[in-house]
């Protein structure tokens, strides 16, 4: 079953092209090898604002509940996975991070 | 009740002298419940001997304390972790327990109470959905002891090993709600510190 982790990014007034490269060339290489699989990098509203702020959702998949864990437990004694979230911090000005799976999942996922 | 909790790490080759040191020295406490046991594989900062003491009251333990440091002051125990709290036990379940376990955390400094309340909102909510979870408690820390400010305990009882290591751990409450109070990927994030992960059989509750 499906998990995918959601960045929700609102970005700083005419920061939202440098916040998605930024990303996608130093966070996701390390994404990537702790198992996560990027699905939609989504700009909103699709402009790329120079004064006004954007919403980047970014979405991530894994395979399953136990590759959450293997993911999370990779990334956790990285002090820099911290550190590269505060570093990007004038580019965002505020963000939230959320677990889902699909609505079909959730009966079997409870299930344990 | 009040609770005391200690977590031993024990020098290579020492640790069944220390457990039955530890044992006469729990005791002597005279506490309502004592629980000394080795801890169990796969326990994370959790020391090699894992003691729970329950007294009626904080003054039956500041009567025993001064003694049972003493009991623990064997060289070979080379580091302690330890927590002491008031607070009652809820169960969740007419099932017995066999494994006890607690998780001592620090919340960061100046957490403001309103997001302090909203974490332990979640770590009570965990119960209703892990029905491995026979018996539990949440505790602010009067006194810790050890490498951290510990500011919580979050202690269970559980069906048994796999029931913590199965259903608490893959049940969705705890890694999409939970943990991310824990995860420093996650802005919600107000535990840095290492924390304890300790838990060991247990013959009779020690909760209920």
């Keep these: 079953m499906t998990i995918y982790v959601v960045d929700r990014v609102v970005t700083r007034p005419g920061c939202a092209r440098k916040f998605v490269d930024t990303y996608l060339a130093e966070y996701a290489p390390g ?8 699905r939609d990098v989504l700009v909103s509203p699709p402009i790329w604002f120079d004064d006004q702020p954007n919403t980047v959702t970014i979405t991530w998949s894994l395979p399953s509940a136990q590759a959450w864990w293997e ?22 000005e505020e963000r939230t991070r ?4 699909a609505a079909d999942d959730v009966d079997r996922l409870c299930d344990v | 009740m009040y609770s005391v909790t200690r977590l ?17 020295g729990a005791a002597a406490t ?7 046991e080795p801890t169990l594989p796969g326990v994370r900062n959790g020391g090699e001997i894992l003691v729970h003491l329950r007294f009626d009251t904080e003054h039956q333990w500041r009567s025993a304390e001064t003694d049972f440091a003493e009991a623990l002051s064997d060289p070979a125990i080379t580091r302690v972790n330890g927590v002491c709290y008031s607070g009652d036990a809820s169960s969740s379940s007419a099932q017995a327990g066999t494994v006890y376990r607690a998780l001592l955390l620090r ?8 997001i302090v309340n909203r974490f332990e909102d979640d770590l009570r909510r965990m119960p209703r959905y892990v029905n ?30 796999d029931g913590l290591m199965g259903p608490y751990l893959m049940h969705p409450i705890h890694w999409a709600v939970v943990d991310r109070w824990f995860d420093p990927e996650c802005p919600d994030v107000i535990i840095r510190d290492r924390v304890c992960h300790s838990f060991c059989a247990m013959a009779d509750s020690v909760l209920r």
């Design chain 1, 31 to 38: 994404a990537r090898a702790r198992g996560m699989t990027l």
């Design chain 1, 71 to 92: 993911m999370t437990w990779k990334g956790r004694p990285d002090p820099g996975l911290g550190s590269w979230w505060e570093g990007i911090g004038g580019l965002v």
């Design chain 1, 98 to 101: 959320s677990v889902a799976a």
């Design chain 2, 8 to 24: 031993l790490d024990v020098a290579d080759g020492e640790r069944d002298r220390v457990l039955a040191a530890a044992r006469v």
């Design chain 2, 30 to 36: 005279q506490a309502r419940h004592q629980l000394v």
């Design chain 2, 107 to 114: 919340v960061l400094p100046d957490t403001d109470t309103r």
């Design chain 2, 132 to 161: 491995t979870i026979t018996a539990w408690q949440l505790s602010r820390v009067d006194e810790p002891v050890g490498t951290s400010e510990w500011t919580h305990v979050f202690e269970q009882e559980f069906t048994d090993v």
